[in-house]
């Protein structure tokens, strides 16, 4: 009986695994770039002195306070501190004056800031590079994105296309796909605080519509559109530093005038050195109030060069109306 029992073979089919993507590469450069970035900051901060670190903060936490200021310095890095005598267990005992401390050259610490500032925009750089690629809405228009780093900071620069317009034509009203364009990069813009600045950009090609209204209004409004739509997309408007129209005068291809990529957007995330200067605060002159006299002074007894000037050669000197640059 045991001799008469069937015998049972079970086969496996083995199957090969099929192909699992390449979303995982992306996300390991990020993390690679991120903490390769992470540890080169860890490492400025390990070489820099505790002097060094109290200037950079206070460059990052106001930088027109700290550039404008008459000392290199955020705090008093130097000098000795007078003591109350009353507050000191021996009001006789005088304070023994200390050797300054190290001082920090003030082109060191900008030039430590803006390295800093440097690293903070390629790693936006890389997030906003990364965003087009995860995000398959974004990643149809690719060709239209162009991002670069510049010396007034990194620059965005979305295109129109032969077939994919960003506005309707001959006018600021935005299409929806470059409206999601824009709402999609403000959530990643805002995680710096770098004020941004927002240019719109015609071709070469004159406005249709005659009148008073051409490429100068056209390329500002499209600009002011764009920054609605980033505003919209939760980004600050107080971050924004500037909005401007250059209609035809900056030209992407200047080989081709009527090329549809000089329809453009540019979005620049500013330096601090170029928010400044957008700001007028670089190269500002601070007047120090001259010291009022003690006593009335007699203007006839001043010598000649400080004799006060009559009411009409006041007027000439200061010349109000005059609108040639100093």
Same mark, same amino acid.
């Given at each position: 009986?045991?001799?008469?029992?069937?015998?049972?073979? *079970?086969?496996?089919?083995?199957?090969?695994?099929? %192909?699992?993507?390449?979303?995982? *590469? =992306?996300?390991?450069?990020?993390?690679?770039?991120?903490?390769?970035?992470?540890?080169?900051?860890?490492?400025?901060?390990?070489?820099?002195?505790?002097? &060094?670190?109290?200037?950079? +903060?206070?460059?990052?936490?106001?930088?027109?306070?700290?550039?404008?200021?008459?000392?290199?310095?955020?705090?008093?890095?130097?000098?000795?501190?007078?003591?109350?005598?009353?507050?000191? @267990?021996?009001?006789?005992?005088?304070?023994?004056?200390?050797?300054?401390?190290?001082?920090?050259?003030?082109?060191?610490?900008?030039?430590?800031?803006?390295?800093?500032?440097?690293?903070?925009?390629?790693?936006? @750089?890389?997030? /906003? &590079?990364?965003?087009?690629?995860?995000?398959? &809405?974004?990643?149809?228009?690719?060709?239209?994105?162009?991002?670069?780093?510049?010396?007034?900071?990194?620059?965005?620069?979305?295109?129109?296309?032969?077939?994919?317009?960003?506005?309707?034509? +001959?006018?600021?009203? /935005?299409?929806?796909?470059?409206?999601?364009?824009?709402?999609?990069?403000?959530?990643?813009?805002?995680?710096? #605080?770098?004020?941004?600045?927002?240019?719109? %950009?015609?071709?070469?090609?004159?406005?249709?519509?005659? +009148?008073?209204?051409?490429?100068?209004?056209?390329?500002?409004?499209?600009?002011?559109?764009?920054?609605?739509?980033?505003?919209?997309?939760?980004?600050?408007?107080?971050?924004?530093?500037?909005?401007?129209?250059?209609?035809?005068?900056?030209?992407?291809?200047?080989?081709?005038?009527?090329?549809?990529?000089?329809?453009?957007?540019?979005?620049?995330?500013?330096?601090?050195?170029? &928010?400044?200067? =957008?700001? +007028?605060?670089?190269?500002?002159?601070?007047? *120090? #109030?001259?010291?009022?006299?003690?006593?009335?002074?007699?203007?006839?007894? /001043? #010598?000649?060069?400080?004799?006060?000037?009559?009411?009409?050669?006041?007027?000439? *000197?200061?010349?109000?109306?005059?609108?040639?640059?100093?």
């Amino acid at each position: 009986m045991e001799n008469n029992q069937p015998i049972i073979i *079970k086969r496996v089919k083995r199957y090969a695994a099929g %192909h699992h993507g390449g979303a995982w *590469k =992306i996300a390991f450069a990020d993390f690679a770039t991120a903490m390769m970035a992470f540890f080169l900051v860890m490492w400025l901060m390990t070489a820099a002195t505790p002097e &060094q670190k109290i200037a950079i +903060g206070g460059y990052f936490k106001d930088p027109i306070g700290f550039s404008e200021s008459g000392t290199p310095y955020v705090i008093d890095l130097g000098g000795t501190p007078a003591l109350a005598p009353e507050n000191t @267990l021996n009001p006789e005992e005088k304070l023994q004056p200390q050797p300054d401390k190290i001082k920090v050259d003030a082109e060191q610490v900008e030039n430590m800031a803006e390295q800093v500032e440097k690293e903070r925009l390629e790693l936006l @750089l890389q997030e /906003l &590079q990364n965003k087009v690629e995860e995000n398959p &809405q974004l990643r149809k228009f690719k060709d239209q994105l162009l991002f670069e780093i510049t010396p007034d900071g990194l620059r965005i620069q979305i295109m129109d296309a032969e077939n994919r317009p960003m506005f309707d034509v +001959g006018s600021a009203r /935005l299409k929806p796909y470059f409206e999601d364009i824009l709402l999609a990069m403000a959530d990643t813009i805002k995680a710096v #605080p770098n004020k941004v600045s927002i240019s719109g %950009h015609t071709d070469a090609m004159p406005y249709a519509g005659g +009148g008073d209204y051409g490429n100068w209004e056209l390329s500002a409004n499209r600009a002011n559109a764009a920054r609605r739509a980033l505003v919209a997309g939760s980004y600050p408007d107080g971050q924004i530093a500037r909005v401007v129209g250059y209609a035809s005068s900056v030209l992407f291809d200047k080989a081709n005038p009527y090329n549809p990529v000089n329809r453009r957007i540019d979005i620049v995330v500013l330096t601090k050195k170029a &928010q400044q200067a =957008i700001e +007028g605060e670089q190269g500002a002159e601070v007047v *120090k #109030p001259q010291e009022l006299p003690k006593a009335p002074v007699d203007p006839i007894k /001043l #010598p000649a060069d400080k004799q006060p000037l009559p009411m009409h050669e006041e007027r000439q *000197k200061l010349n109000l109306f005059d609108d040639k640059a100093p």
